[in-house]
């Protein structure tokens, strides 16, 4: 399979269904990109595949599919020690690569299932820019007929915010915009601050839509629980320690990293929330601490 | 008929059970500690593994589970109920897993490796027979018990690592794990002790008569005056209702103040409580369980507290001494995800 076949395949995905998360949409080209692959030795898929990881990065940016990369990568590896021979090895691989599809587009359901109780009746909800997985949490709180209100920010610079008070108001949700500035303004009146996550690093801290960090800073000023949802799958082997140690490639969108000769004038578009600001963490692995994050990374890739 | 004798009787002594939990909620009963609580639930879980019917795995944690829900929603306060059953029903899980030899099991939660490794169908029925499932699994309730009755020992084992000579501590209300750990002390070192009287129960009071029986010098204080002392103290030692999964705690009422008043001095807060006190829930709203002083005033009384995890500064328990962030790995250990929820 080609490269911009391969591409092609990804953009496919993402337009056949918009609502699915873009780790799933990678490691499902990744498959196929297996399943068409003509390599004679493990080595040689390895070496391809990582190819074909590298240039999904190329077309987008985001936390989310590098962490699906590498753990499809690592899937990879795992399944090659148990079979050493090349054919039936890709046949364990694709089979189990499908299961392993099908349990991560459930997550999104079962972080869902999982956060809804912690909405309690009455609450005042504070969100950030524009997240499917909180979306989620939300309609399966309306749909046990609880009352709550949104509060989202608009999130400069591309506005995502405002698409996600138009959903919420399908869902019949009240929902009401705010200027990302007015966070502190309204952090008095929220209960609680729920936010996705575009990736979730070893420390247990979050890489976020820039404005996250700000918002858990406020919410721990006002003592007011800051809750992450995210699927497992978004777990990655990350190691910040402060806002400049996020790489340049999550950083700004793959057109700006092409075209743009110096970086250091363009807005980034994450930025990174360290663990001691965050609460909870809701993933299909169950409700986690953000000690517990390392221990599953750990557990994964030792 | 004997089959049919066993059955009643055994339903009769669930009953018994569930009515002496009702009673003990609404104060009418006796009050007992909850270590007494954890053994009786565990030997009635043994009864009813060694007397119910049952042929399979899946059956036998269908019943406990079962009863497990009817004996939570008796006295939802009494979290050491749903705790036991918990625990029995992993060691119903591990058994099974042995007799079928399988050697995986060792990592039972969900986790990325298991999602990427697993080849699909691990999805486990329990429904296969083994002649000594019942055998195994009343020997591991036998040592569970075991376990529960030694956790008071355990704890006040550790009691000289933590207290020096001529230290001030501190505690609040009464509880059976902080009594024997400071007498344990005792027998070796000299210090004083501050109780809080926490009241409307005053139970610090008898904490304190029985502490000063030890010859221990204890002085009682009023609940307001606990920030104006905790200048002078060096630590604070106390129990808790229940340890929740996020390594906060649910306490007595007036153990946030009590914890809040430590971090503002920066005194470590020591939470000496046992390995079946652990509960998988996770909560930080306020628990309002009210309970009734005076019939004719509309006095609203919480009887516990939620204490979060940033507040406290050690766990002391029957396995050793861990830090908050490591409670939900110790859960992990002790209850299998699926059981969280009864």
Redesign the interface.
Known sequence: MEEAELVEYFRAQIRGDPDVASAVAAIRSLLEFLRRDQSETILGLRENMTQAIRRLEETDSSVAVSSGGELFLRFISLTSLEHPDLSQCKNVMIERGELFLKKISLSRGKVGKLCHTFIKDGAKILTHSSSRVVLKVLENAAADNKRFTVYVTESQPDSAGKRMAQKLRKLNIPVMVVLDAAVGYIMEKVDLVIVGAEGVVESGGVINKIGTYQMAVCSKAHNKPFYVVAESFKFVRLYPLNQQDVPDRFKYTADILKTVKDLNQEHPMIDYTPPSLITLLFTDLGVLTPSAVSDELIKLYL | MPGADKETELSERIEAFLSELKRCGSGAGSLRGSAETARETTSLLRRITAQARWSNAGDLMEIIRKEGRRMTAGQPSETTVGNMVRRVLKIIREEYARSRGSTEEA?Q?????K??????SSEDNFRQHFTHLKANVIEAINELLTELEGTTDNISMQALEHIHSNEVIMTIGRSRTVEAFLKDAARKRKFHVIVAECAPFCQGHEMATSLSKEDIETTVIPDAAIFAVMSRVNKVIIGTQTVL???GLRAVNGTHTLALAAKHHSTPLIVCAPMFKLSPQ?S??PFTRFSEILSKVNAHCPVFDYVP?ELITLFISNIGGNAP??I??LMSELYH?EDHEL
């Open positions: 990592d939660q969900e986790s990325l490796h999602l990427l490794t697993s080849g699909g999964a996020n390594g996770v930080d709203t995890p962030s490591y939900y790995r995800p």
